[in-house]
């Protein structure tokens, strides 16, 4: 009976000593350093559509250096670069993302740089101050470390993924629509231009048919859509192109507001 206890006791101490000697193992997160960025230019940054193939800023940034009970990390390290206006702080609905997997700097051309403020929805031919910094992480967002922030400031240009309609206007037209399919759809199915590049309308849509988009009012020869015809991805929205074939409305019928957006090449659909 003895011997039993005996090799009882021993069989717990050598799980108690493994148990240990595993917590002793384990790779605890113990932080790591704010990178620091810096930029070169800075100040206000000159954009022009003919030079938007010429590099115009190069970010740079030291490494986070994540410390764990273990050491410094080997783990690739994932940088972001976001944008946004001077005062957002990096919180407003416009704010902008550049992926840069695992380099310590990088550098924007022109048109990227007008891309990213284009993409933000601000108004072409003014300039606005902007900010930018880094978000460093490992992984699926974990570990998340920012920088400072900088300031440049910069000119935005009008630069479209689809070329604008010549007319200066828009029409959407299909059986999706209470007139079906007509070149000289009725004025309640012309959109409102909100602004150099993107247009608006609401109107009613029924769900499972299709429709299209005219700029010329009384003419098939022209027109705005989609790269396959009735493409179930598109339903809420996508690219979109000159020529094309037709769009499938939503499965629910109902009031639906649709916004073409020339500079980023995309329309959407929202259920009102």
């Not at 559509?49 to 080997?74: D, E, H, L, Q, R």
């Not at 944008?83 to 990088?106: C, H, M, R, W």
């Not at 005219?214 to 979109?240: E, M, Q, R």
Request: charged share 15%; net charge positive.
């Amino acid at each position: 009976m003895k011997n039993i206890i005996k090799s009882l006791i021993g069989v717990l101490l050598v799980l108690a000593f493994s148990s240990c000697k595993k917590d002793e193992n384990k790779d605890f997160y113990q932080g790591g350093t704010p990178p620091v960025l810096s930029a070169t230019p800075t100040g206000n940054i000159p954009l022009a559509i003919a030079a938007k193939n010429n590099n115009i800023i190069t970010f740079n940034w030291t490494n986070p250096n994540y410390n764990f009970s273990t050491g410094v990390s080997s783990q690739n390290v994932n940088y972001t670069l976001q944008f946004d206006t001077v005062g957002a702080n990096f919180t407003s609905p416009g704010l902008q993302e550049v992926s840069i997997s695992k380099d310590l700097s990088y550098t924007m051309t022109v048109g990227q740089v007008n891309a990213v403020m284009g993409k933000m929805s601000l108004n072409f031919d003014q300039k606005h101050n902007m900010q930018v910094r880094i978000k460093s992480s490992l992984g699926m967002n974990s570990a998340v470390i920012y920088s400072n922030s900088i300031n440049f400031s910069a000119t935005n240009y009008l630069d479209v993924v689809v070329p604008l309609p010549a007319s200066g206007e828009l029409y959407i037209t299909g059986d999706a629509l209470p007139s079906g399919w007509t070149n000289a759809p009725p004025p309640s199915q012309k959109f409102t231009r909100v602004s150099v590049a993107v247009f608006e309308i609401t109107v009613p849509l029924l769900g499972g048919k299709s429709y299209t988009f005219l700029p010329v009012w009384n003419s098939w020869d022209y027109k705005y859509s989609i790269k396959t015809k009735n493409d179930p991805a598109l339903v809420n929205g996508g690219d979109f192109q000159v020529g094309g074939e037709d769009i499938l409305a939503p499965a629910a019928s109902g009031n639906y507001k649709i916004s073409v957006d020339f500079v980023k090449g995309k329309f959407t659909v929202t259920k009102l």
